[in-house]
C-alpha cells in the first residue's frame, strides 16, 4: 500500500473511531458541533487522493484529528446528559 494510502487509511480510522463514540451519545450541540468536525475532517483527507498534502498540513489535520480525540473523551467523563430540545 501507498504511503499516501496508509496515511488516509490511518486518518480515516482515527475519524470513524470519533464518529462511533459520537452516535453512541445523547443529541446535544456539543455532539453536533463534534460531528461536523469529524466529516469536515474526513472530507479534508480525502483530497489526499488526488494530491499529496504538504507535511504541514498534514501534521496540522494530525493534530485537530487528535484534539477531536481529546474533546470526545472529556465529553464522555463528563457522563450522560439529556437531550437538548
Given at each position: 500500500?501507498?504511503?499516501?494510502?496508509?496515511r488516509?487509511?490511518?486518518?480515516?480510522?482515527?475519524?470513524e473511531?470519533v464518529r462511533?463514540?459520537?452516535?453512541a451519545?445523547?443529541?446535544?450541540?456539543?455532539?453536533?458541533e463534534?460531528?461536523?468536525r469529524?466529516?469536515?475532517?474526513?472530507?479534508?483527507?480525502e483530497?489526499w487522493?488526488?494530491?499529496?498534502?504538504s507535511?504541514?498540513?498534514?501534521?496540522n489535520?494530525a493534530?485537530?484529528?487528535l484534539?477531536l480525540?481529546?474533546?470526545?473523551?472529556r465529553?464522555?467523563?463528563?457522563?450522560?446528559?439529556?437531550?437538548?430540545?
Amino acid at each position: 500500500m501507498p504511503l499516501r494510502a496508509r496515511r488516509l487509511a490511518l486518518v480515516r480510522d482515527a475519524i470513524e473511531i470519533v464518529r462511533r463514540r459520537l452516535s453512541a451519545m445523547a443529541p446535544s450541540s456539543e455532539v453536533e458541533e463534534l460531528q461536523r468536525r469529524a466529516a469536515d475532517y474526513l472530507r479534508e483527507a480525502e483530497g489526499w487522493q488526488t494530491a499529496e498534502p504538504s507535511v504541514e498540513h498534514r501534521e496540522n489535520l494530525a493534530k485537530r484529528v487528535l484534539a477531536l480525540h481529546v474533546s470526545v473523551v472529556r465529553l464522555e467523563r463528563q457522563g450522560p446528559t439529556k437531550a437538548e430540545p
